[in-house]
Structure formats: structure tokens, C-alpha cells
């Protein structure tokens, strides 16, 4: 049954069939539903009158109240300007038309109080108003007492040239909020609204689009952004709960390897946050249910060791073990890594990547058929169709953001009927209200705890000027027995040669500055056996600086080395630069990372450097980035299958989010199948969303 809301738009007052074709062009905008909730995107300060004493350069769009003192026309015939001088009690300002002067002087009268509304600029002592509007005092006060916030609407060129301008847009849509009353369903709870002081759903409908002051604004705001969170976190509990009904996991009971290895070989103790994630997924092996667990931890947090004794569970229930890694240098080093372990233990484990031989290559694919390797490590070459187990219990990716969600399904159907256990490591902390909305459907554990005895990391920021400096301070390290990275901009296979001249240039200058010692390069151009050639010198300590791009991003490990220096430093993201920091602060010597930059930096750069000398936090850190970036521009890229929201912005919007969550799984636990004659509401809304499956939040 089409809903009030589904009514076609050229059917409403003000509209009609003309300018409803151009919405649909230009905004796709087809229903009232989709015109109720083109939300303005800004407003326009109607509450506060300003004195003209006070207007300084900074003034945005402010309103005046004053007389006229005179009006005149001047220049020529085409170019005829209307200037208007204008005062209140504290000073004069001039308006000017350029469009449309002789019809506005024509309306102009002297003798009365006139409200003015625009942007001022300011010349020397002179101010002046382009373009504003004029209206006599009281004029628009029928709506709105003690003033209001105009609705700004965001409109495209066409729509203006056409005629199709704010003041349309807004007087539809009031017509449409009048018409809509008696068809606005409450969707949510009376009890969930009072508690967390919600108002009414037409109240904030109303306040968004026409709010009186800022205080109606901020209530219509909170509503809108709860309830489009809330079923949002609906849903994605709704979800879970199916799937863990449906999709039924290994158990695993069984611990004798572990006991052993725990008995003797572990290097050293676990923190109190690793053993509380290891005993969160025990419960998840025990539990019957396939796991898909998160697991973020910052760099050097200990996540290498979890995942291990994680594959051991799954070992010593007879099950394979497959983890995989973004990069060769990466998995290369899990792979050793891990492999002294799993001697001690007698654990079959090898290692596929893109450059294993042909020969070892086939001994892997029988080994994994025949059950007899239990871990194999890896990169995305684990992927392959031709990579068959016979019976994988656990797949472990690290470093997550790398692998798409397509990826992680892909390790699920390796195994048939039953899918693996997943655990998906990542050091890239996403802000927790990011995860929240993108990641329901996974549990998350978070490794919040460093091992004890790291210093942190002291950070500090420099200008290329100082690089003979910056040479001076890393000899001294290199003195003290220590290693040094210099870490240049990316360099991909599609990049342009102009990055590698930078890297080359660079690995010049420092094989100059530092004759008295080794000097290794790596870059993402280099074959693999000569980048592990390379990266195994560097281990160990053989040559002393590392000269490097990105590919040693991503959780490389040599507690030697307590330098890093990170050159054009403003071409990194936050994200990407607290990685690469990450690479040191490894050992038990203080660490440094230095970051060098252009003196001439944008203001965003700015803030970037700053983060990073003030705070070591990842999940700092990562909110940082959320606020510079907008989660907009998060979705675009490697936050995939992110929903979009309308009028909540995780960024900000944090604390209303966990309250949204709060109550979403409480009323999930309480009445799974929404049967309470309190969820009416939210029932009916959702089945009336039923057709569109994006965004719960929307009205249709
Ligand atoms: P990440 O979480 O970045 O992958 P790693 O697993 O590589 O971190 O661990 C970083 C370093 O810390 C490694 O050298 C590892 O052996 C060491 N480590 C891990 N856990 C502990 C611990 N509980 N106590 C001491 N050192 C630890
Ligand atoms: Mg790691």
C-alpha cells in the first residue's frame, strides 16, 4: 500500500509537474518522503540582530536593523549601480545592487526601520553589503516571535537559473509539513524518548526545516541522528542474531599443545589485555557459533602472539590454520616468526606467496589436501582456487583494511559446510563509533595495553632546514649501537617515475651523509628476493639505515631500530604515519620519530603534524584522522559497504551513537521479532522500509 509519503512530488503546492521534473533531475527527488528529507544544510541566523559597531572582517551572514539615511544610482546606463547608505544607532554601512537597481530604489522609503540581511565587507573603515535582502521590520515575524534560523537549502545551478530558488523550496516544504501531520507515525518508544529526551518525530521534522532558535535546532538534530543510528544498530543486531542461529562453528575443546606451550616455551608474560581477548575468543571456539571476530590492537600491542595461540586451539582440535598477510615482507616475517614456535612444537607450518617455486608450491597444495600442514602463512595467494584443505578451521587476516570484504568471504568457502572460525587483526584503529556502524556484524576485541617496559615514542616535528641536524641526532643513535629508517612517499607499481628520482635522491644524500656505514634501500619496484635480501640485512644489522617506502609500513619488526624518520612527511595520512611510527618503539631503547616537512604546510597538514607529536594513542589518533576526513571521504575509499547516513556523521556524533546502540540491543534481547505492542512503531517503520535496503533511517 503506497504511503502519504511515496505521493509523486509535482503533486505538491508549489511544486507541480515543471518543477518536479528538474527536482527529479537534479536532486533526485521523486517522492514527498525524498523532498521531506532534503535537510537544509545550513542556516541562516535570523535570532540575533547585530549592531553594525560590531561587524569585523570575519563576519559571516549577519542581520541589521536601521533606517535608510539615502539612496542614489550611479554609473552609466547599463551598468547602473544602487548604492544605499544604512544606519543604526552605532554606525553607517553601504548596500549595493548591481542587478535590478532601479526596481529596488523604486520600493526604498526613508522614514521607516528596515531589517537587513547579508554578508558585510570590509574596505579600511568602510563596510559594505552586496546583494542583501531588504525587508521592512515585522514582515516575516508572523512565523516566528523572537526570530528564527532560516533554511538554507542546497540547490545546483540549474535549479537556480530555472527560478527554482531557496524561497520556493522552503515555502513547499512548509506546505508539505502542514500536510504531512496526520500521517507522521511516532517510530519510536514513548518510554525510549523520554528517557534519553527525545522529541516527538513531527516536532523534529519541524524544528530541522524551520527551527526557531538554536536550542529547537539541536533537539531536532539529536532526534533525527538517534533514530537514524538506532535503526541502523537495529538491523545490524537483527543480523547478527539470525546469523549466529544459522551458521553453526567448530568446536574447539581441546588444548594440549597450548598447555604445553604455554608450560614452556612462552618468551614472556601475556598483558592483561591479550589474555582477556584470548579468553574472548575461547569463549567464542566453545560456543558452537562460527566466529568473525575483530581484533584491533595498536602497533606492537602483541597481536602476533594471540594470533598463534588462537592457531593452536584449532591445531589441537585437528583442524588447518591458514593466516594471511598484506605483503610478502609481511607474511615472510609472520612465517619466521611463528616457525620457531611451531618447531618447538612440532607444527607443520609453511609459507605461499606469490613468488614460492613451483616445486615447494605443489608439496604445499598436497600437504593441505592430505591434512598434514596445519599452518599455512601467507599472502593473498592464498586466495587461489587452486589452494584446497582438507578440513581449515581457522582463517586469520592481519591487517584487515588491506582485504576487502569480498576477500573474507572468499577464505569463508574454503571450507564446506562448515565455514572457518575468522579472526581479523588490525592495527589501524578504527574509531569505535566506525566500527560500530561498519562493523556490526563482527565482534571486536581490543588490545589496549603495550607491554610493559615500551617507552614511548617521543615525537617531534621539523622543517627541511633542519636536516643537517637531523643527520647529527641520527648519528648519535646510530653511535649508541641503534638502526634508522628514512621513510619516502609511496612508490607503487602505477606511481610516476618522478617518486622513485625522490627515493633515489634521497638514498644518495644519506649514503653521502653517512659513509661509516650500511646503507639498505627498499621499494615496492624491487623484486621481492632482493627487497627480502635487503630487509633481511637490515634485521640483522648489517646495515644500519634503512632508506624505504611505504612497504615497510605495515608491520615489519626490528627492535633494534629506534629511529624513524619520515620525509615529506605531510604527504602521509594520519593513519599511515602513526603505522609507519609504529616500526619503532619495538625495543627496550627510547625511540624517536621525526617528522620533516615543507615550511609551507596547509592547515590540515598543520593538524596532522601536531596529532602526532602530541599523542602515541592509535585510537586517538584515528579520531583525529575521522574528524579531518569527514566520514564521507572514509566511505569513498577503503571503508567499504559503510551505510550511508543522512543526517548523523560519526565523526561527531559518537555519543548519541552508543546510546542508539544501547537501546537497539536491548530491544533485540527483550522482543527479537519486535512483538510488543510498544514496537509498533518501529515494526511498521521497517516494513514499510522493506523495498529500500540501505539505510533503515530513512523516512519512505
Ligand atoms: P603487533 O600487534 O603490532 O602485530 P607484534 O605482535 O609484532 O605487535 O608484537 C610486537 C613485539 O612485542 C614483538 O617483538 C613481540 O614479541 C613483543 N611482545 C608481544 N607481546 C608481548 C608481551 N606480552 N610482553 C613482551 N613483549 C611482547
Ligand atoms: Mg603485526
Not at 653517512?514 to 640483522?540: C, L
Not at 611510527?581 to 620533516?596: T, W
Request: proline share 4%; glycine share 6%; charged share 25%.
Amino acid at each position: 500500500m503506497p504511503s502519504f509519503f511515496d505521493t509523486s512530488i509535482d503533486k505538491l503546492k508549489g511544486i507541480g509537474p515543471k518543477r518536479a521534473e528538474l527536482l527529479k533531475k537534479e536532486l533526485k527527488i521523486f517522492s514527498f518522503g525524498d523532498f521531506l528529507q532534503h535537510y537544509p544544510f545550513r542556516y541562516d541566523d535570523r535570532t540575533k540582530f547585530y549592531r553594525i559597531q560590531e561587524l569585523g572582517s570575519d563576519s559571516n551572514y549577519v542581520q541589521l536593523k536601521g533606517k535608510i539615511v539615502s539612496h542614489q544610482l550611479l554609473g552609466e546606463k547599463r551598468k547602473t549601480r544602487l548604492v544605499v547608505k544604512f544606519r543604526d544607532e552605532s554606525g553607517e554601512i553601504e548596500l549595493i545592487w548591481f542587478a535590478g537597481a532601479k526596481w529596488i530604489e523604486k520600493t526604498l522609503r526613508k522614514d521607516v526601520t528596515y531589517v537587513v540581511f547579508g554578508k558585510p565587507t570590509i574596505f579600511g573603515s568602510r563596510i559594505n553589503m552586496a546583494h542583501p535582502e531588504i525587508e521592512l521590520l515585522g514582515e516575516n515575524k508572523a512565523n516566528a516571535p523572537e526570530g528564527f534560523l532560516q533554511p538554507v537549502y542546497h540547490l545546483t545551478d540549474t535549479l537556480r537559473k530555472r527560478g527554482l530558488d531557496n524561497k520556493i523550496i522552503a515555502k513547499a516544504m512548509r506546505e508539505l509539513l502542514t500536510q504531512m501531520h496526520p500521517y507522521i507515525i511516532e517510530t519510536l518508544p514513548t518510554e525510549i524518548c523520554s528517557k534519553y529526551r527525545l522529541i516527538g518525530k513531527y516536532k523534529a521534522l519541524l524544528g530541522v526545516h524551520f527551527p526557531i532558535n538554536h536550542e529547537t535546532l539541536k533537539q531536532a538534530e539529536r532526534r533525527l541522528k538517534f533514530e537514524e543510528l538506532f535503526f541502523i544498530q537495529l538491523k545490524l543486531f537483527r543480523e547478527k542474531k539470525i546469523n549466529q542461529n544459522k551458521f553453526s562453528g567448530f568446536v574447539f575443546n581441546k588444548l594440549n599443545t597450548l598447555t604445553t606451550f604455554y608450560r614452556d616455551h612462552l618468551p614472556f608474560d601475556l598483558t592483561n589485555a591479550q589474555k582477556r581477548v584470548i579468553r574472548e575468543i575461547r569463549e567464542d571456539f566453545l560456543s558452537g557459533r562460527q566466529m568473525n571476530r575483530l581484533l584491533q590492537g595498536d602497533v606492537g600491542s602483541g597481536k602476533t602472539i594471540v594470533s598463534f595461540i588462537t592457531a593452536l586451539m584449532a591445531i589441537d582440535n585437528h583442524k588447518q590454520v591458514c593466516l594471511m598477510a598484506p605483503t610478502e615482507i609481511l607474511a615472510t616475517q609472520h612465517y619466521e616468526g611463528l616457525k620457531e614456535f611451531a618447531d618447538l612444537l612440532g607444527i607443520n607450518i609453511k609459507l605461499l606467496t606469490g613468488s614460492t617455486k613451483t616445486k615447494p608450491r605443489r608439496v604445499i597444495h598436497e600437504e593441505l589436501e592430505n591434512g598434514s600442514l596445519q599452518l599455512l602463512v601467507g599472502t593473498h595467494a592464498l586466495l587461489e582456487d587452486k589452494v584446497q584443505f582438507q578440513n581449515l578451521g581457522l582463517c586469520i587476516i592481519d591487517e584487515q583494511h588491506r582485504f576487502g570484504v569480498e576477500q573474507r568471504s572468499k577464505l569463508w568457502r574454503k571450507n564446506k559446510p562448515i565455514p572457518p572460525h575468522v579472526l581479523v587483526m588490525t592495527a589501524t584503529p578504527i574509531p569505535r563509533t566506525l566500527a560500530m556502524t561498519i562493523y556490526g556484524d563482527l565482534d571486536v576485541s581490543v588490545i589496549d595495553e603495550l607491554p610493559a617496559g615500551r617507552k614511548p615514542i617521543k615525537t617531534v616535528h621539523k622543517y627541511d632546514a633542519s636536516r643537517l641536524a637531523i643527520f647529527g641526532f641520527v648519528r648519535q643513535e646510530i653511535q649508541k649501537g641503534r638502526q634508522a629508517y628514512f621513510v619516502f612517499p609511496l612508490i607503487e607499481e602505477s606511481e610516476k617515475f618522478e617518486n622513485l628520482k625522490d627515493l633515489m635522491d634521497g638514498y644518495e644524500a644519506i649514503s653521502r651523509a653517512f659513509p661509516e656505514y650500511h646503507v639498505s634501500i627498499v621499494h615496492g619496484r624491487a623484486k621481492p628476493e632482493d627487497k627480502e635480501w635487503e630487509m633481511q640485512r637490515f634485521i640483522k644489522n648489517q646495515t644500519q639505515i634503512m632508506v624505504a617506502t611505504t612497504v615497510i609500513e605495515v608491520g615489519v619488526n626490528v627492535p633494534n631500530a629506534s629511529v624513524m624518520v619520515i620525509e615529506n612527511a605531510e604527504r602521509f595520512g594520519l593513519a599511515q604515519l602513526h603505522q609507519l611510527r609504529g616500526r619503532v618503539g619495538r625495543g627496550a631503547e627510547q625511540s624517536h620519530c621525526i617528522l620533516v616537512t615543507n615550511v609551507k604546510l596547509s592547515k590540515n597538514s598543520k593538524t596532522r603534524m601536531e596529532t602526532m607529536v602530541r599523542t602515541n594513542n592509535g585510537f586517538e589518533i584515528a579520531d583525529a584522522d575521522l574528524k579531518l576526513r569527514g566520514h564521507g571521504d572514509l566511505q569513498g575509499t577503503q571503508q567499504s559497504g559503510t551505510v550511508d547516513l543522512l543526517v548523523a556523521d560519526v565523526a561527531f556524533d559518537g555519543p548519541i551513537l552508543t546510546e542508539a546502540r544501547k537501546v537497539a540491543e536491548a530491544i533485540t534481547e527483550k522482543d527479537p521479532n519486535l512483538e510488543l505492542p510498544e514496537h509498533e512503531g518501529i515494526r511498521t517503520h521497517i516494513l514499510s522500509l522493506k523495498k529500500s535496503t540501505i539505510n533503515w533511517g530513512r523516512i519512505s
